[in-house]
T-cell receptor
Framework: DTAVSQTPKYLVTQMGNDKSIKCEQN?????MYWYKQDSKKFLKIMFS???????INETVPNRFSPKSPDKAHLNLHINSLELGDSAVYFC????????????FGQGTRLTVV | AQKVTQAQTEISVVEKEDVTLDCVYE???????LFWYKQPPSGELVFLIR??????QNEISGRYSWNFQKSTSSFNFTITASQVVDSAVYFC???????????????FGTGTQLKVEL
């Protein structure tokens, strides 16, 4: 029944590793997002995909690469992890062309040690 | 550029008190949407309300009410008779009406941590 689901919920990894976070939505939405929440709780958009097409790419290091195999999935791959990448990453979805709110996943707490 | 300001970093109240969370926004768009989200200690983001810029009617939902004033660019949130379960971080957010390019993104305020104590 979960509308937007992310895995894993917690991720602890060493500097320099590569990791992925997966996201799936079953709401039939055509737009998906990745937001980053830093240690001060500030939420900022990273990427947005509409029907598998990248439409928002904020100033994010190119170590971060989103991939959308279909409009129900948006994964986030991070190469060469750094300490500063530690944060909570939220996936979200909405329907473009409407004024609907974005529905968020549970978040993935990434800790880089 | 869009900006959302939540000047109150943290508010502490005693249960049953009323509390208002302030939100002031900046945008050059004439049509836009405003939102409030709740983030309880468990960490998820819970949608509370959406308001269109062309609809200035205030809204009440149970103990929650929202006061939208376009003239002052504010969208304040009041919890009446607060309860311990209201303890959370509350975010105000703004989205432009324009749907092309980056039009779908939410710009969040920095959040207000509300602590409701017995």
């Amino acid at each position: 029944d979960t509308a937007v689901s992310q895995t894993p919920k917690y991720l602890v990894t060493q500097m320099g590793n590569d990791k992925s976070i997966k996201c799936e939505q079953n709401l039939g939405h055509d737009t998906m997002y990745w937001y980053k929440q830093d240690s001060k709780k500030f939420l900022k958009i990273m990427f947005s995909y509409n029907n598998k097409e990248l439409i928002i790419n904020e100033t994010v290091p190119n170590r971060f690469s989103p991939k959308s195999p279909d409009k129900a999935h948006l994964n986030l791959h991070i190469n060469s992890l750094e300490l500063g990448d530690s944060a909570v990453y939220f996936c979200a979805s909405s329907q473009r062309g409407t004024n609907t709110e974005a529905f968020f996943g549970q978040g993935t707490r990434l800790t880089v040690v | 550029a869009q900006k959302v300001t939540q000047a109150q970093t943290e508010i502490s109240v005693v249960e049953k008190e009323d509390v208002t969370l302030d939100c002031v926004y900046e945008t050059r768009d004439t049509t836009y949407y405003l939102f409030w989200y709740k983030q309880p200690p468990s960490g998820e983001l819970v949608f509370l309300i959406r308001r269109n810029s062309f609809d200035e009617q205030n809204e009440i939902s149970g103990r929650y009410s929202w006061n939208f004033q376009k003239s002052t660019s504010s969208f304040n949130f009041t919890i009446t008779a607060s309860q311990v379960v209201d303890s959370a971080v509350y975010f105000c957010a703004l989205k432009p009406y324009i749907l092309t390019g980056g039009g779908n993104k939410l710009t969040f305020g920095t959040g207000t941590q509300l602590k409701v104590e017995l």
